[in-house]
């Protein structure tokens, strides 16, 4: 009889990642739906040894680091004639031990690995684990927001973009075309979580507005059944106008993290983000601030053929808009991706970790050095005009974080 391990396999030192952590919760969905025997087990190496792994047929594992010789301690428990071993996840790690590999929510693998029936689309009525997962917090790099109150889930995958250094597993993978899961389900989601005591939820699609009439099915279904929560998405910068923003803080939509990638208009069209897109990324800074709505700008540095005009043009657009955060990255694209597959990138390199290669037409530290820079002189400004007590309070509003946080209490 088939009986499942689904393993999601932790370590701090994680590889980039393009995938909200669902991916295996799906997978059990499928399974349970099915009446086929699994079991989902969220652990760190550390912990791994203590797992009996004689009883299953097939073990699943997803990994963040992929670190063949991590893995190894846990694979010379395994039993190669008795059992399978395969690999989810964005990458396919490249070692001959993993049978099979199914690329994040590719659900037609799954069937066919699986015989699971056919005709069924399961992300619709799928329905993230309701019940917290603190292991969740280390693939995010918060470790003291641990017991905050919020909560991630998804409404859907994919997107239409083109954005040529996204990972190819969202634009032409198993998450192309896109999906959306069911409203109902959604809003019987967040009132579970709700009642379980979670009022922030933040939406980790790969972008919230995908199917925009979907997204706004979606939040008037938050706003008509009343759930006063706070939430907060990914979006792109030209995916909203006034009208959407309105109805976006009436639903409790209270951050934004959008992709404005860079402040030259040269990049973004050259890195398929569309030829309007620094207009775009000034109209909506200007409507969110107008209805207060702060948003995070998410930043990168290093893009091919970028010079060092073109850098501080990302800066300049930076102090023009006036964002609430910024998140610069160093230009490291996805191994799948446009980009990716041109510059021959490889599988072990770890997200925004130095990277002493540039593809830009400076050198690498000078993207190092102004990474740095703009940091503190964003850090400067919000200093001056005292926007980083609202930072402050944004973060650290719970009394029971800044005790952990002042005496080191990280449980
Ligand atoms: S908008 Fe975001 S999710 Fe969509 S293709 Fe571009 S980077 Fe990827």
Not at 18 to 39: E, W
Not at 238 to 254: A, F, Q, R, V, Y
Request: net charge positive.
């Amino acid at each position: 009889m088939v009986n499942i391990l689904l393993l999601r396999f932790n370590t701090l030192k994680i590889r980039r990642n393009a995938v909200p952590p669902f991916n295996l919760d799906f997978f059990l969905y499928i399974f349970k739906k099915n009446k086929i025997q699994c079991i989902l087990k969220d652990m760190f190496l550390k912990d791994i040894n203590n797992l009996i792994l004689s009883d299953f047929t097939h073990i699943i594992i997803e990994s963040y680091s992929y670190n063949i010789k991590e893995l190894y301690k846990f694979i010379n428990n395994i039993d190669f004639k008795k059992q399978i071993l395969l690999s989810t996840g964005n990458y396919k790690p490249d070692h001959y031990i993993f049978k099979y590999h199914i690329s994040a929510f590719d659900e037609k693998s799954l069937k066919k690995i699986f015989n699971i029936k056919k005709h069924i689309n399961y992300f619709k009525n799928f329905t993230p684990k309701i019940s917290h997962s603190s292991n969740y917090s280390f693939l995010y790099p918060m470790p003291f927001l641990k017991k905050a109150t919020w909560k991630y889930t998804i409404s859907g995958i994919g997107c239409p973009g083109k954005c040529k250094f996204c990972s190819g597993n969202i634009r032409k993978g198993p998450r192309a075309p896109i999906k959306n899961r069911n409203i109902k389900t959604i809003i019987y989601e967040l009132k579970a979580l709700k009642e379980k005591g979670f009022n922030y939820i933040v939406f980790d699609d790969d972008n919230f507005f995908r199917d925009k009439e979907f997204a706004i099915d979606l939040i008037n279904n938050i706003i008509n059944n009343e759930l006063n929560i706070k939430w907060n998405t990914h979006a792109r910068a030209d995916s909203l106008d006034e009208e959407l923003i309105i109805l976006l803080k009436k639903s409790g939509c209270c951050f934004l993290r959008i992709g404005a990638e860079s402040g030259s208009q040269k990049i973004l069209t050259q890195s398929g983000k569309g030829k309007n897109y620094l207009q775009n990324i000034f109209k909506t800074a200007k409507l969110l601030k107008k209805h207060k709505i702060p948003f995070i700008f998410l930043t990168m540095l290093g893009f091919p053929d970028e010079t060092i005009k073109d850098l501080w043009k990302t800066f300049f657009m930076i102090v023009k808009t006036r964002p609430f955060l910024i998140q610069l990255h160093n230009f490291v694209p996805y191994e799948d991706s446009y980009y990716g597959k041109k510059l021959g990138i490889n599988h072990n390199l770890f997200h925004y970790s130095s990277f002493k290669k540039t593809f830009s037409k400076y050198p690498w530290w000078v993207r190092d050095f102004c990474h740095i820079l703009f940091y503190l002189l964003f850090g400067f400004i919000k200093f001056l005009n005292l926007d980083f007590l609202k930072i402050i309070f944004f973060y650290f509003n719970n009394i029971n974080h800044f005790k952990r946080l002042l005496f080191g209490n990280r449980e």
